[in-house]
């Protein structure tokens, strides 16, 4: 375990909280101190840590890895920040999309040919992970004379195909 700023500001955190409630259950403070320095630690890693990880949204970022982004989709949008900021596909042929991502996975509508634009490939990415995560992140690849020229993301509602209307 590395030892950071952010963990030793957070144990002293929840050693203060703890030893302010034992404090209310027992005023002989030498001891609220006593069992709050030992009950620190479990209460850190089973109850705080574990509650901070459902509340946030943080993920690991990596770098654009095709087959990683082929045989795990879910996972999909830990490489596309990356892959956008740095402009990795930009400039690449539909030929070499389809090698490196897979046959789209279904095509955007265009409203005005009432048909699916065959330059707008889209990709899901995964379910980012979070306890208030109710949309999944996809990422439209827009392609003009057979390059692409832009990546945007976009969520989208969860759906499940079992779920009446």
């Not at 409630?21 to 574990?50: E, G």
Request: proline fraction near 4%.
């Amino acid at each position: 375990m590395i030892i950071t700023p952010l963990l030793v500001i957070f144990m002293v955190v929840v050693f203060v909280l703890l030893f302010l409630f034992l404090n209310t259950v027992d005023k002989r403070k030498w001891l609220s101190a006593l069992i709050s320095l030992v009950l620190t630690p479990f209460v850190y890693f089973y109850m705080f840590y574990p509650f901070v990880n459902i509340i946030s949204n943080y993920h690991h970022q990596k770098y654009f890895d095709s087959e990683a982004w082929i045989e795990k989709p879910p996972l999909r949008y830990e490489m596309i920040d990356s892959t956008i900021e740095t402009d990795t596909l930009i400039g690449t042929s539909k030929e070499k999309i389809t090698s490196l991502l897979g046959k789209e996975e279904w095509l955007s509508w265009d409203d005005a040919k009432k048909a699916h634009d065959t330059n707008k490939w889209n990709y899901g990415l995964g379910i980012e992970p979070g306890a208030f995560n109710d949309k999944k992140d996809c990422v439209e690849i827009t392609f003009k004379d057979g390059k692409v020229v832009s990546l945007r993301t976009y969520q989208e509602e969860i759906t499940f195909e079992n779920e009446e209307e």
